[in-house]
């Protein structure tokens, strides 16, 4: 019996070490089943991505500016160091009955450009600048002379619109952005409606769409006529431009919430909807939308500062068409902020004037 007790003892031995190999075994399978889950994850989130990105690229529109060669090299260069972004962004409207200057933006389809603005961000990607631009603003339109700032449209399209905001604020433009605004309209039903803080109340004139001070829900025709309205303001296109860029501020917020971003059929929804309503110039793909985005992640974007270019007062020109005369002083103070990324102190500086 006392020969068999070692033999015992190493049956103990081999029994304990199975079972320590045996949970060693079922915690690897673990951490490998575990670690196959982050790569399907991981794997798929990319695969996502991708196609989001192809889907936006082959539903939205791409316009080629194809600037002359004279035209380019009169363009303002930009130092290669400067990783600030300046995007014209625009909004075209097929149905409008209410603007003049009917115009083909790429030399192909009529679109008419009454809105538009300048968005500038800084080289720190700490926030976005959104500055309205009167469409009626008397400015110098290279080739043309003094006109109407949206009259550059009907003269050469959208290139020429670029050239004639560089020359004006002697910086040049990246990326240009244009979005018709229909797309409001599918933007904000896409969205499920869309909350701003409406200032005026009023309503859209030729509709029974009343719009009370406060919040207000957009949604479907109600969000179109609410940017687009003009004629129930005493300060017409400055509360237009406001109004329109109240509904951006929303629409982005609303987004880019985690309630979107999460829901992958609601963001193929999004794009499905809303990609053949905008234009963007062809080096501004979904890839480059992308990368921007994430750099901007931090951006709070119901406090983006957002404001209209101020003017120094209405005028008529000499063939007798009423004009907003632009403030040589506001031209040369933002021209130098562009320049120097500094739009932050000027703002401070300048604080815009309540609208």
């Known amino acids: 019996m006392k020969h068999d007790e070692p033999q015992e003892i190493v049956f103990a031995s081999r029994s304990a070490r199975n079972v320590v190999e045996r949970k060693k ?34 539903k ?44 083909a933006l790429n030399g192909a389809v009529e679109q008419r450009s009454d809105s538009m603005m300048l968005v500038h961000i800084p ?7 959104v500055m309205s631009m009167v469409r ?18 009907s003269y050469g399209g959208v290139p020429l619109l670029m050239r004639t905001v560089e020359g004006l604020f002697e910086t040049k433009i990246d990326h240009v952005a244009m979005v018709d605004f229909e797309g409001f309209k599918e933007l904000s039903t896409a969205l499920g409606g869309v909350t701003v803080d409406n200032d005026i109340p009023f309503t859209a004139h030729d509709t029974d769409y009343f719009y009370p001070a406060g919040n207000v829900n957009l949604e479907g025709d109600r969000a179109l006529r609410f940017v687009r309205e003009r004629k129930s303001f ?56 992308v990368g921007l985005g994430m750099q901007l992640k931090n951006v709070d974007t119901q406090n983006m500062a957002m404001f209209t270019m101020p003017t120094a007062g209405t005028s008529v020109s000499a063939d007798g068409q009423s004009i907003e005369l632009p403030s040589e002083l506001a031209v040369a103070q933002i021209g130098e902020a562009l320049q120097t990324d500094t739009m932050a102190q000027y703002l401070k500086e300048n604080p815009p004037e309540t609208e």
């Not at 399978?29 to 994850?41: P, Q, R």
């Not at 080289?123 to 600048?129: F, L």
């Open 60 to 103: 939205s529109n791409s316009l080629a500016l194809g600037f002359s060669d004279a035209d380019q090299e009169a363009r303002p260069v930009k130092d290669p160091d400067d990783k600030s972004m300046n995007i014209l962004m625009l909004g075209v409207d097929h149905a409008a009955d209410d603007s003049d200057g009917s115009a």
């Open 234 to 289: 005493s300060n017409g296109d400055y509360q237009r431009v406001a109004n329109q860029r109240k509904f951006i501020a929303a629409a982005a917020n609303k987004l880019l919430s985690s309630d979107t971003l999460t829901n992958p059929v609601k963001l193929y929804d999004i794009v499905d909807t809303v990609s053949p309503y905008l234009t963007f110039d062809e080096d501004f793909d979904a890839a480059t939308l």
């Open 136 to 153: 009626d603003m008397y400015v110098d339109i290279p080739g043309y002379g003094k006109n109407k700032l949206n009259a550059a449209v």
């Open 25 to 58: 075994k079922r915690t690897r399978n673990v951490l490998v089943a575990v670690v196959a889950a982050l790569l399907i994850c991981v794997l798929g989130a990319g695969y996502f991505v991708f196609d989001l990105q192809r889907q936006f690229n082959s």
């Open 123 to 129: 080289e720190d990607r700490s926030q976005v600048y």
